[in-house]
């Protein structure tokens, strides 16, 4: 069981930066792949970057490569995603989620990830 919390999200300009953070409840933590997903209105949920539980693999959508970092802090029980140079594409709803304990790899699918957060708005003016 892992319940999940997205802080970060705001209002920024075009080429500006964010820092999101998604505070994991539960002691089993840093056995469960972590993965950020976004979806904006009128479009579906889309895989944005995912890491492994033990952060030695990540993978990102093409859109955000070069842009996006994301990271974990096993110790603290939290993920972080770097974003850097945002674009007004980028403005979505942010979910932070988290796959079964001991999944290989980084899925990109919703599927396989059960449990998930609330979500927080990132909204990128030009």
């Known amino acids: 069981q892992v319940q999940l919390v997205e802080s970060g999200g705001g209002l920024v300009q075009a080429g500006g930066s964010l820092r999101l953070s998604c505070a994991a409840s539960g002691r089993s933590f840093r056995t469960h792949v972590m993965g950020w997903f976004r979806q904006a209105p009128g479009k579906e949920r889309e895989f944005v970057a995912g890491?492994?539980?033990?952060?030695?693999?990540?993978d990102f959508t093409d859109s955000v490569k070069g842009r996006f970092t994301i990271s974990r802090d096993n110790a603290k029980n939290t993920v972080y995603l770097q974003m850097n140079s945002l674009k007004p594409e980028d403005t979505a709803v942010y979910y932070c989620?988290?796959?079964?304990?001991?999944?290989?790899?980084?899925?990109?699918?919703?599927?396989?990830?059960?449990?998930w957060g609330q979500g927080t708005q990132v909204t990128v003016s030009s």
């Open positions: 890491i492994s539980w033990n952060g030695g693999s990540t």
């Open positions: 989620a988290a796959t079964a304990a001991l999944r290989a790899g980084v899925p990109t699918n919703f599927y396989e990830y059960p449990y």
